[in-house]
């Protein structure tokens, strides 16, 4: 009864092994056990900028450089605390995600816009957006 019980629990495990690998960077959920902007947050702080570049869409992203998107997040301030704070799924492939935030003692949430372009999640950055989450 007990090796059926390992059995069964290395099955498990290996199916959520399998499961997880399955759906990396396909949604805003799927990043390494985080979110999304928790993992562009992290690369930020380890100064990753080129790997932060292919996880945007949008007009910012779309207009600048490769390059300028890099000198423009290395200027960015983004080492805010933050949590999400819940989930609404708007399609197959896009979804909508509400984060808190502490900034200097007061919490405020944000919304950032998801989808999946080209089998990879990405947030979707225009001018606004970019002003939301790197200029508070």
């Given at each position: 009864?007990?090796?059926?019980?390992?059995?069964?629990?290395?099955?498990?495990?290996?199916?959520?092994?399998?499961?997880?690998?399955?759906?990396?960077?396909?949604?805003?959920?799927?990043?390494?056990?985080?979110?999304?902007?928790?993992?562009?947050?992290?690369?930020?702080?380890?100064?990753?900028?080129?790997?932060?570049?292919?996880?945007?869409?949008?007009?910012?992203?779309?207009?600048?450089?490769?390059?300028?998107?890099?000198?423009?997040?290395?200027?960015?301030?983004?080492?805010?605390?933050?949590?999400?704070?819940?989930?609404?799924?708007?399609?197959?492939?896009?979804?909508?995600?509400?984060?808190?935030?502490?900034?200097?003692?007061?919490?405020?949430?944000?919304?950032?816009?998801?989808?999946?372009?080209?089998d990879t999640c990405?947030?979707?950055?225009?001018?606004?957006?970019?002003?939301?989450?790197?200029?508070r």
């Amino acid at each position: 009864m007990k090796k059926i019980a390992i059995l069964f629990s290395i099955c498990l495990n290996l199916h959520a092994l399998q499961a997880q690998s399955n759906c990396l960077f396909k949604n805003p959920l799927c990043f390494y056990n985080t979110d999304i902007l928790t993992y562009l947050q992290v690369l930020h702080k380890n100064q990753q900028y080129a790997q932060m570049r292919p996880f945007f869409y949008g007009p910012v992203s779309s207009k600048l450089t490769k390059k300028q998107l890099e000198n423009k997040l290395t200027d960015a301030r983004f080492g805010y605390e933050m949590k999400r704070a819940g989930v609404k799924t708007l399609s197959k492939t896009e979804w909508s995600i509400t984060y808190q935030r502490s900034i200097a003692a007061t919490s405020e949430t944000f919304v950032v816009k998801c989808a999946l372009l080209n089998d990879t999640c990405r947030v979707y950055l225009d001018e606004n957006a970019w002003k939301l989450i790197f200029e508070r």
